[in-house]
C-alpha cells in the first residue's frame, strides 16, 4: 500500500483538528454563525470518527454539503469570493474536507489548508497581538505536519513542537534578510479590499443628527500624530476632515462636485497663511474613504493628495490599507476673503417651507440692523445663555429638526449644535457651511505622539465674513467648553451611559497606562514593519551604501547565499561530528572498508546480516568470525536495552574488527 494511502493514528487527527480550530478561531467576528455551527458540528464528528473508528460519508453526501455550502454562503453574502464571502467558504469547505480526511495524504492536505486560513487573517487584522497568535498557529500546524511524517504512531508532543520551533527559528534569518533586501512595491502587502462589507468605523460622506453620537462610542484609533516640533494646544487641534455644504433639512452633504469627483483645487490666492507652519506625521488607519486629516489648514500635503477648494485634503486613491504621511499646517490663516458668488449661494442654501421659527428668528436679528459678526455672537450667547445640554443621548427630531431642537429638546451632540447653528446663518444671509474631523487627542508619552480615537470626533461650524473669509465657529466650546480643553469624557454628565464611564476608567491609573504602553509596542510595529515600503527601505539601505533595485537583489543574492552556505556548512559539520562521536559506527565502517580492499564492497542497499552471509559465503573459513562481528555490531547499534552501548560488547567488539584480516 503506498503509505499516503496509509490512515494516520487517532491521536495524530485529534491533533490535526485541534489546529484548526485555533486558525479559524480568530476569523469568529468575521463568519456568520451558520459556518461556525458547520465548521464546529463536522470537527466534532471527525473527532468521533477518529476515536472510534467510524467510516468516512459517501461521495454523494460529500458533494451535497458542498453544494448547500456554496449556495449559503451566495445567499449570506451575496458572492463566493471577495474578503467576507471567500473566506466564509474557505472555512465551510475546510469543515467539509474534514468528511473525507481518512488518509494521511488527506490530513497533509487539511494541514496546508490551514496555513491558508491563517494568512487570511491579515485581510482583517495585522495588530502585533494577532501577528504572535498566527505565529502561534503556524509553529503549532508545523507541529502537526512533523507528525504527519510518523503516520502509525503520533511523535511525542514534546518532540514535534521542539523540532518545529526549530524548524521555524532557522527560517527566521532567511526570512529577515528577504524582508529587508527585497525590492518593495508602494504600499503594505495587506490592505482592505473593495468589498470587505460595511465601511470602517469612521466619519462618512454626510452627516445626520445623531451620526457622530453613534461614532464616538466607540474607542477605535482613527490615527496618530507625531509632531516635529511643540504640539498645539488643544483648543487649536482641529484636524480638518469633510466638508458640506448641501443641507436638505435633516442630513448634511457633500456638494455634487466632491461627489463627482470635479472638485476645484485650494489655490494659492484663496490662502493666506499667517505665521510659522506646524510640520507632522501621520499614521492613518484605512477607512476606504479618500480623505486625508490634517491640521486646520493644511498647506503642505502628500504628492498623491491635494487641498479641495473647501480646505481638506483628498488622495487619489481610497484609504484601503494604514497609511504613513507628513504633512504641514499653519494655525493662523485667512482662507477665501473673496468668495465667488456660486459659492456663495451655495453656502446661502436651505431647503424650503423648513424650521419656520429658526427662519423667523434669524429674519429678526437681521431686521434689527445687527452685522454679520453681531449675528454670529447673538446665536453663541443664545447657546451660552440658555438651558442647553450637551449629551449622547438627545431625543428623536422630527421633520423640523433644527426647531424641534432650539426651542424645545435644548438636547444634543456637536453635530445637533453644529447644524443648527450653520442654519441660523444661513437663514440670516450669512454663508456657512459644516466641517468635520476630529479634536483634541490623548498623548502617549511613551511613544511621544497623539492618538486621535473616533471617539474624538468632532464637528464645526465656518461662516463666511466680508474681509475675514471663513472662520471656524465651534459652537459645541459656547455649551460645553470642557469637550474641547479636556475631552469628551469630561464634557458630558457623569453616569450618562456605560460607554462614558468605560471611556473615563479608560483615562485613570494603571490601565490607562498599560493601554498606551501596548499602544506605543503596536504604533512600533506598524511603523517598522507595516508601513516598511519603497520610501523607508530605501532610506534605511541608504545609510550602507545600497541605492537601486538592482544593488537591492545583488545584496539579497549575495546575502541569501551566504546564509545557505554557511547553512551547509553547519549541516556538513554535524553529520562529521556526529560520525566521530559515533564509535560503534566507525567499526563498523572500519571493517567495511576491509572488505572493499578485497573486493567485496556493501551495497548501499545492504543490510548488515545480508552483507554478513555474502561475506561468509565468499570467505567459508572466516564465516564464523564475519557473523559474529555482524552480531555484535547489530547488538549495540540497534539495541534497545540501554541508551548507551554495553561497555564489554563494545570492547569485544573493537578487538574483533582490529583483529579481523581477510587474508
Known sequence: MNMLQRRPAPAITLQLLACLVMVVLPHTPHLHPWIWFCFGALTCWRA??????????????????????????????????????????????????????????????????????????????????MVLWLAAGAWLVTATLLSLSHPQSALPYKVSIRHSAMLLLQAAPLMLVFFILFPRIPGPLWGLPSDSGAARSGLTDSMSPGDIGHLVTTDEIAFRVTYAGNAPPPDRSYWRGPVFESFDGRTWRQSADYVTGNVAGLSSRALEPMGTGVEYEVTLEPNRQKWLFTL???????????????????????????????????????????????????????????????????????????????????????????????????????????????????????EHFASSFAYQMRAAGIPARIVTGYQGGEFNELGGYYILRQSDAHAWTEVWLQGQGWLRIDPTAAVAPDRIELGLSAALPLGESMATALARRTQEGLWRSLRLRWDWVNNSWYRWVLAYGPELQEEILGRFGIRGWGNMILALTIMGSAFLGALGLVLIWRLQRSRVNDPVQNLWLLFCRKMQRQGLARAPHEGPLDYAERLSAHL??????????????????????TTDPDERALREFRQAVRAFSAG
Not at 50 to 79: D, E, I, K, N, Q
Not at 88 to 96: E, H, K, N, R, T
Not at 374 to 380: E, G, P, R, T
Not at 621 to 631: E, F, G, L, Q, V
Open 48 to 129: 468521533m470518527a477518529a476515536l472510534r473508528h467510524w467510516s468516512m460519508p459517501a461521495r454523494w453526501l460529500r458533494l451535497l454539503l458542498a453544494l448547500l455550502v456554496f449556495v449559503g454562503v451566495y445567499v449570506t453574502y451575496g458572492r463566493i469570493n471577495g474578503q467576507q464571502g471567500g473566506i466564509a467558504l474557505l472555512v465551510a469547505l475546510l469543515a467539509i474536507k474534514l468528511t473525507e480526511t481518512d488518509t494521511l495524504r488527506d490530513h497533509i492536505v487539511a494541514a496546508l489548508l490551514a496555513y491558508f486560513v491563517l494568512i487570511s487573517q491579515f485581510l482583517f487584522s495585522q495588530e502585533l497581538i
Open 296 to 414: 486646520d489648514m493644511p498647506v503642505q500635503v502628500p504628492a498623491d493628495a491635494r487641498i479641495s477648494r473647501a480646505g481638506f485634503v483628498l488622495a487619489k486613491k481610497e484609504v484601503t490599507e494604514r497609511r504613513l504621511y507628513a504633512a504641514s499646517s499653519v494655525l493662523n490663516y485667512r482662507l477665501q476673503s473673496a468668495l465667488p458668488e456660486s459659492e456663495r449661494q451655495r453656502n446661502l442654501q436651505l431647503p424650503a417651507q423648513r424650521n419656520p421659527r429658526t427662519r423667523n428668528q434669524a429674519q429678526a436679528w437681521r431686521s434689527q440692523g445687527l452685522t454679520d459678526q453681531q449675528i454670529v455672537n447673538k446665536a453663541l450667547q443664545r447657546f451660552r445663555q440658555e438651558p442647553f445640554t450637551y449629551t449622547l443621548q438627545p431625543p428623536t427630531l422630527g421633520i423640523d429638526s433644527i426647531d424641534e431642537f432650539l426651542f424645545d429638546t435644548q438636547r444634543g451632540f456637536c
Open 620 to 641: 567459508p573459513a572466516k564465516a564464523r568470525t564475519i557473523r559474529r562481528i555482524a552480531r555484535l555490531y547489530i547488538r549495540l547499534r540497534y539495541g534497545h536495552a
